[in-house]
């Protein structure tokens, strides 16, 4: 491939990413088999995953979709706002939410307190890049993709202000 002044190196590759996501498909599937799980995607960054994800899922399922705010350039601002909420109640779903990176937590930390007192009848977190280095609040997501060291990723969903998301693969962003 080209040199891409954007980028510092490629990370994890378009066919890592399939086969790592197929296997978490299979696992969710396992697992969940039976309780019609309610699948929802964090917009922006998580809906490529989401979506490949979801077609790895072999068991009947529900969608929807939550958008967050926190971060500006590489940088997290801290504050989250939630832009736009479900549209389905989760009182008594099994709900995953599928998020693209947990890096310090506050989004993910955010959301699970925003759904406590809805009703689910369990919560679990399924991100396909854990940066647990870099964690300020306690949030355990249950199923991992890839675990990364504290470096700013792009591509595959991810951005640097609003760029790269469609890149197909994940890798360094060169600053
Ligand atoms: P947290 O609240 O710090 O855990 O960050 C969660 C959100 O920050 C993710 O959903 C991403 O949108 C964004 N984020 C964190 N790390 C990166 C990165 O390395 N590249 C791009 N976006 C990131």
Do not use: W
């Not at 790592?20 to 809906?47: C, H, M, N, Q, W």
């Not at 890049?129 to 060291?149: A, H, M, Q, W």
């Amino acid at each position: 491939m080209a040199e891409q002044p954007f980028l510092e190196r490629i990370l994890i590759s378009q066919e890592q990413i399939k086969q790592r996501v197929a296997e978490l498909g299979r696992e969710i599937s396992t697992d969940y088999k039976g309780k019609k799980p309610l699948f929802v995607g964090i917009l922006r960054g998580g809906i490529i995953f989401y979506a490949d994800l979801l077609r790895e899922i072999s068991i009947d399922c529900n969608m929807d979709f939550m958008s967050l705010s926190s971060y500006a350039g590489t940088k997290s601002t801290g504050e989250v706002r939630t832009m736009l909420d479900l549209r389905e109640s989760i009182k008594g779903r099994h709900v995953v939410i599928v998020e693209d990176i947990v890096d310090t937590g506050l989004t993910l930390d955010y959301l699970m307190k925003s759904l406590a007192d809805r009703g689910a009848a369990s919560i679990e977190i399924c991100c396909l890049l854990d940066k647990p280095c870099n964690r300020k609040v306690d949030v355990s997501p249950k199923y991992v993709g890839f675990t990364i060291e504290n470096e700013f990723v792009i591509g595959y969903g991810l951005d640097y202000n609003e760029l790269y998301r469609n890149l197909p693969y994940i890798g360094v962003f060169k600053k």
